[in-house]
């Protein structure tokens, strides 16, 4: 039998220089069949970079304004003409996010316009394993087609972030800290980004990991450099080299274990085609040249049993938030972004002291600490 493999691009790069990574795009561009072979001229585009919340572009926090502005550059030469750029972002609005960040000059000089969505749609998606119907954005459905650029960073939650989680902004406002309720393990999390993914069905995935983010991500961990930009029509393959690439097992990824079995892609070795400007290498290879392996990332086995899943039930041995309180300021963000009805976290010693959590209610979705601005959240 004659397999198909899915195709990554792995890009090197140390800096954000634009002109180099434009190059580098349009090279991975062509590994990929080229760009009009994945998008008709005609198509509206919507650009979907990581913009979690506003940040100092150095802190590895959102897709780096060099790598969406050379994309777009590529596009508009390429000839396209519609295009917007929109995120549902965990803390603000897009124009609010990308402003100052250099990112709301190159949209200027392209003419493309970022979009704050104004509307949840219900949309149907019978045909999903975790999730049926999902709140999408009205003017993200007024589009033809959407590109992923997503930031290499890591998950309390999910251990990484990258090309499947950057589709849970498609998600409009509120319903994204909903989904936390509706979906609260890791695996049932998953499941539904794998349903979303199908459903709006991205046409391409870039990933920005020239400086990723390690540690206490994906909000408050710590830059380092990984020296490579990635590209996939195959997000679960992109985020399997990803995986590998920081030694970890791409397979104890919920997204990628959960993305192979529901059909959205390949964490497999040996269904994944590695393309370098070099020409094709294989994954050992890459590993061995661009991996790190001191990159902060958990790599925890979790064994299911009977004894973990009981565990798991009593909240017992359970990744669990908490603040440090000489480094809160009392800003309340965390309060906010908590989905559970009557917070799990809240002032409850007064607006004075930091907040508190309520374990017996808190459903571990790491909101709190990925909205935190000050780096005063962190997971034991
Ligand atoms: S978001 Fe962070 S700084 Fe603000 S109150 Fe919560 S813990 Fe403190
Ligand atoms: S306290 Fe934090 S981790 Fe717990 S449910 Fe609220 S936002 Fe999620």
């Known amino acids: 039998m004659n397999l198909v493999k899915s195709k990554v691009v792995l890009l090197p790069c140390r800096e954000y220089d634009e002109e180099k990574i434009y190059m580098l795009l349009k090279q991975g561009l062509d590994f990929l069949g080229g760009v009009e072979t994945l998008i008709p001229k005609d198509a509206k585009i919507l650009l979907k970079p990581n913009l979690l919340k506003k940040a100092e572009v150095e802190k590895a926090v959102i897709t780096h304004p060099v790598v969406v502005g050379a994309f777009a550059g590529i596009l508009r030469e390429s000839g396209y003409e519609n295009i917007v750029l929109a995120d549902s972002c965990g803390h603000g609005t897009t124009q609010a996010v990308?402003?100052?960040?250099?990112?709301?000059?190159?949209?200027?000089?392209?003419?493309?316009?970022?979009?704050?969505?104004?509307?949840?749609?219900?949309?149907?998606?019978?045909?999903?394993?975790?999730?049926?119907?999902?709140?999408?954005?009205?003017?993200?459905?007024?589009?033809?087609?959407?590109?992923?650029?997503?930031?290499?960073?890591?998950?309390?939650l999910e251990r990484i972030t990258g090309a499947v989680k950057n589709s849970y902004g498609f998600i409009y406002g509120f319903h994204k800290a909903k989904g936390h309720t509706q979906y609260p393990s890791a695996d049932s999390f998953a499941r539904m980004l794998i349903d979303l993914n199908k459903c709006v069905a991205p046409k391409l995935y870039v990933m920005d990991g020239i400086v990723a983010m390690e540690g206490n991500g994906p909000g408050s961990g710590d830059p380092v450099p990984m020296n490579v930009l990635l590209m996939s029509t195959d997000p679960v393959a992109l985020d399997s080299v990803f995986s590998r690439l920081v030694y970890l097992k791409p397979e104890m990824v919920p997204t990628n274990y959960h993305g192979e079995k529901m059909g959205l892609g390949t964490w497999k070795e040996e269904e994944i085609t590695l393309l370098t400007p070099d020409g094709e290498i294989s994954m050992a290879e890459a590993v061995k040249k661009y991996g790190n392996p001191a990159f902060n990332v958990d790599r925890t086995e979790v064994r299911k049993n009977i004894w973990t899943r009981m565990a798991g039930a009593l909240n017992i041995f359970q990744k669990k938030p908490y603040i440090e309180a000489d480094k809160c300021v009392r800003c309340g963000i965390c309060v906010q972004s908590c989905p559970v009805p009557g917070k799990a976290v809240d002032f409850r010693k007064g607006k004075g002291k930091p907040p508190v959590y309520d374990y017996r209610k808190c459903i571990r979705c790491f909101c709190c600490q990925e909205m935190c601005p000050k780096k005063a959240i962190k997971v034991k």
């Open 98 to 156: 990308i402003r100052g960040t250099g990112m709301d000059t190159y949209l200027e000089k392209y003419h493309i316009p970022a979009v704050d969505y104004s509307e949840g749609v219900k949309t149907a998606y019978p045909q999903g394993v975790q999730a049926k119907e999902f709140i999408l954005p009205k003017e993200l459905l007024e589009q033809d087609c959407v590109i992923s650029l997503s930031k290499m960073k890591t998950h309390a």
